[in-house]
T-cell receptor, first 117, second 120 residues
Framework: GAVVSQHPSRVICKSGTSVKIECRSL??????MFWYRQFPKQSLMLMATSNEGSKATYEQGVEKDKFLINHASLTLSTLTVTSAHPEDSSFYIC?????????????FGPGTRLTVT | AQTVTQSQPEMSVQEAETVTLSCTYD???????LFWYKQPPSRQMILVIR??????QNATENRFSVNFQKAAKSFSLKISDSQLGDAAMYFCAYRSAQVVVEGGSEKLVFGKGTKLTVNP
């Protein structure tokens, strides 16, 4: 149980275009999902907290107009990187917490590698 | 703000031996959760073990156990009978137990990680 999927696993796009990454909780509901960014050989950096039915909460220094987050249902959150540039190339990981069970651990998706050319 | 420190960038262990990974954290909160996550080369983050700060008993999951020292703010991970499949990056993480509506945050604060190599 507690499986989180991400799609796509890899994406290459041209500079200036937008890319959407999906995060789905497959066997549980999640009112809250989290989006992280990981640079090579570094730790995970939280970008934003995604709340179902409301606006996302962004961490300091993260451009909310560049990284658009939508959490339209209890099983799906999306991250759209708008007007992507080479410096946006990174590994993006989402996570979700199981709702309503009192459990507090986060389960992670397999990540999406974004390359902007 | 809470911080998590992993002072060992890299560690190595012989197969079947035991290794301990260190983690210290800083917080002013009295109730929180601590985690160890494993990230193998596939990059999939896998929960290894979790500890509630209010519990004095150290958590154990098969070959993985922790040494939780609340006063010292230390949370080390011991891997017994190391296997080749244990080779990965290991991240220590902290999460507040304070309810969100009371100003708490569900976000995880990660350390920088320790790369574990298991030698055959």
């Amino acid at each position: 149980g507690a499986v989180v999927s991400q799609h796509p696993s890899r994406v290459i796009c041209k500079s200036g275009t937008s890319v959407k990454i999906e995060c789905r909780s497959l066997d549980f509901q999640a009112t809250t999902m989290f989006w992280y960014r990981q640079f090579p050989k570094q730790s995970l950096m939280l970008m934003a907290t995604s709340n179902e039915g409301s606006k996302a909460t962004y961490e300091q220094g993260v451009e909310k107009d560049k990284f658009l987050i939508n959490h339209a249902s209890l099983t799906l959150s999306t991250l759209t990187v708008t007007s992507a540039h080479p410096e946006d190339s990174s590994f993006y990981i989402c996570s979700a917490r199981v709702l309503g069970t009192g459990r507090y651990e986060q389960y992670f998706g397999p990540g999406t590698r974004l390359t902007v050319t | 703000a809470q911080t998590v420190t992993q002072s060992q960038p890299e560690m190595s262990v012989q197969e079947a031996e035991t290794v301990t990974l260190s983690c210290t954290y800083d917080t002013s909160e009295s109730d929180y959760y601590l985690f160890w996550y494993k990230q193998p080369p596939s990059r999939q983050m896998i929960l290894v073990i979790r500890q509630e700060a209010y519990k004095q008993q150290n958590a154990t999951e098969n070959r993985f156990s922790v040494n939780f020292q609340k006063a010292a703010k230390s949370f080390s991970l011991k891997i017994s009978d190391s296997q080749l499949g244990d080779a990965a990056m290991y991240f220590c993480a902290y999460r507040s137990a304070q309810v969100v509506v009371e100003g708490g945050s569900e976000k995880l604060v990660f350390g920088k990680g320790t790369k574990l190599t298991v030698n055959p």
